[in-house]
T-cell receptor, first 115, second 109 residues
């Protein structure tokens, strides 16, 4: 089982460039999430999608857009990258509708540096 | 004040010691997630619980919803347990999680 797959694993961008981080899950989960992890801080929610066709802002959405392409895929786009967006990005999925104790499953992360 | 507080922030133990990591939160929750993150970054789910106690191998997690507190215990700790342990409550009525900053555990042989 692949679980949650993120691409790319590493990326270096110049300020102002754009890019899309891809995430796909094969567990038929309804909910998908994008987080960023910065030193000394807990994971922070950028955007989430409770189900196919819906997306909602999280704690730190500025500078990002998302697309829930279908049930499997949830992409995160940086339209004009800024050095403050240097971070490690994690995608996760879960299906809390299947039971209150359904856990989140995480991808391996994307390490993004903006120069 | 952070909505999720973990203690201690850092912990060094000798192999074989019993370890406790605490998590307190200030919001209403439906369940709480304990996660493990090894150097190199991958995040693994350890437990998701909404009441009582769960056990998996040498790991035990407990939660008291009324007291807004959860603990993660590691019995007979081993150097391979060295990692960051993260508490992440799921807020009531949503599918959203809030994350503690983690407890960095180092177990010495």
């Amino acid at each position: 089982n692949a679980g949650v797959t993120q691409t790319p694993k590493f990326q270096v961008l110049k300020t102002g460039q754009s890019m899309t981080l891809q995430c796909a899950q094969d567990m038929n989960h309804n909910s998908m999430y994008w987080y960023r992890q910065d030193p000394g801080m807990g994971l922070r929610l950028i955007y989430y999608s409770a189900s196919e066709g819906t997306t909602d802002k999280g704690e730190v959405p500025n500078g990002y857009n998302v697309s829930r392409l279908n049930k499997r895929e949830f992409s995160l786009r940086l339209e004009s990258a800024a050095p403050s967006q240097t971070s490690v990005y994690f995608c996760a999925s879960s299906d809390p509708g299947q039971g209150v104790n359904q856990p989140q499953h995480f991808g391996d992360g994307t390490r993004l540096s903006i120069l | 004040k952070n909505e999720v507080e973990q203690s201690p922030q850092n912990l060094t133990a000798q192999e074989g010691e019993f370890i406790t990591i605490n998590c307190s939160y200030s919001v209403g929750i439906s369940a709480l997630h304990w996660l493990q993150q090894h150097p190199g970054g991958g995040i693994v789910s350890l437990f998701m619980l909404s009441s009582g106690k769960k056990k998996h191998g040498r790991l035990i997690a407990t939660i008291n919803i009324q007291e807004k507190h959860s603990s993660l215990h590691i019995t007979a700790s081993h150097p391979r347990d060295s990692a960051v342990y993260i508490c992440a409550p799921r807020t009531s009525g949503t599918y959203k999680y809030i994350f503690g900053t983690g407890t960095r555990l180092k177990v010495l042989a």
